[in-house]
């Protein structure tokens, strides 16, 4: 059983580029979600999937920020012209939409990114 | 707005004794669920142990256990018999009823335990 799986792990870029964070979740999950953490923090919520739909969105995720989801698989998360504000950890995260809710959400192993 | 408190930054315990982790949140739900995570150093998110706020049972999972306090708004985790390998940071979290199972945390605990 693979869980869920982010590329790449680190990432190291200089502010204004852009850089893309891909995510493939766990087979079966219908559900996908990208959280940001900086470090010592908790994670917090930037938007979600629900097969290719994009269904819920953070304030945080600025206009800079954009979320894919295009065959209701893998997702990327793309931030464009980054700014050292946006070094973090992105955690990917999975979950099956059974029932109303409550579902085991399964986290993978983040992607740092440090803006420089 | 959910909002979930964490209110230990740090804890240390050791090997084989049991310690308490703190949890508040705040909510006018009443239908939801709790969670507590455990985040090794480097290491990917794990479910440690889930609650949900209609049974009025404390979840256990082996060596961890809860109490839940709903009127409260309290939930926090026991470990005992704590082991080296539960040396990590450990998330509080909230997730309501019916809301696309998005998660609220709180700010964290890290936990050393000492050999």
């Known amino acids: 059983d693979t869980g869920v799986s982010q590329d790449p792990r680190h990432k190291i870029t200089k502010r204004g580029q852009n850089v893309t964070f891909r995510c493939d979740p766990i087979s079966e999950h219908n559900r996908l979600y990208w959280y940001r953490q900086t470090l010592g923090q908790g994670p917090e919520f930037l938007t979600y999937f629900q097969n290719e739909a994009q269904l819920e969105k953070s304030r945080l995720l600025s206009d800079r920020f954009s979320a894919e989801r295009p065959k209701g698989s893998f997702s990327t998360l793309e931030i464009q012209r980054t700014e050292q504000g946006d070094s973090a950890m992105y955690l990917c995260?999975?979950?099956?939409?059974?029932?109303?809710?409550?579902?085991?959400?399964?986290f993978g192993e983040g992607s740092w990114l440090t803006v420089v | 707005a959910q909002t979930v408190t964490q209110s230990q930054p740090e804890m240390s315990v050791q090997e084989a004794e049991t310690v308490t982790l703190s949890c508040t949140y705040d909510?006018?739900?009443?239908?939801?669920?709790l969670f507590w995570y455990k985040q090794p150093p480097s290491r990917q998110m794990i479910l440690v142990i889930r609650?949900?706020?209609?049974?009025?049972q404390n979840a256990t999972e082996n060596r961890f256990s809860v109490n839940f306090q709903k009127a409260a708004k309290s939930f926090s985790l026991k470990i005992s018999d704590s082991q080296l390998g539960d040396t990590a940071m450990y998330f509080c979290a909230f997730m309501k009823h019916n809301a696309g199972n998005m998660l609220t945390f709180g700010g964290g605990t890290r936990l050393m335990v000492k050999p």
């Open positions: 909510t006018s739900e009443n239908n939801y669920y």
């Open positions: 995260a999975s979950s099956l939409a059974v029932g109303s809710s409550g579902n085991t959400i399964y």
């Open positions: 609650q949900e706020a209609y049974k009025q």
